[in-house]
Nanobody, 115 residues
Framework: QVQLVESGGGLVQPGGSLRLACAASGNIVGLSTMGWYRQAPGNQRELVAVIGHSNNTHYEDSVKGRFTISRDNAKNTVYLQMNNLKPEDMNVYYC?????????WGQGTQVTVSS
């Protein structure tokens, strides 16, 4: 069994920062890519950023230069540093982990950007 536990969401003013974290545990042998996705009500889940085991990264265009994804392989944890947050970043953010070719998801954490 695999568990992905997210933390770090919350309420922030426009221009503010938040840091999300997601720790993977359980049967995670073969853990490879980790990443963050977001989904607004009624919309499809969309990629925000992903990072490979060797720290190669990919970002969605709207977050480039503002968000930074990183990982600590010793802790099986992925982070998303979000700076200069905008109202359009407000979403539920989901952690993703690819383990032996299967996708696993966290429970989601709410990010609210509002003054």
């Amino acid at each position: 069994q695999v568990q992905l536990v997210e933390s770090g969401g919350g309420l922030v003013q426009p221009g503010g920062s938040l840091r999300l974290a997601c720790a993977a545990s359980g049967n995670i042998v073969g853990l490879s890519t980790m990443g963050w996705y977001r989904q607004a009500p009624g919309n499809q889940r969309e990629l925000v950023a992903v990072i490979g085991h060797s720290n190669n990264t990919h970002y969605e265009d709207s977050v480039k230069g503002r968000f930074t994804i990183s990982r600590d392989n010793a802790k099986n944890t992925v982070y998303l540093q979000m700076n200069n947050l905008k109202p359009e970043d407000m979403n539920v953010y989901y952690c993703n982990a690819v383990i032996r070719g299967r996708n696993y998801w966290g429970q989601g954490t709410q990010v609210t950007v509002s003054s």
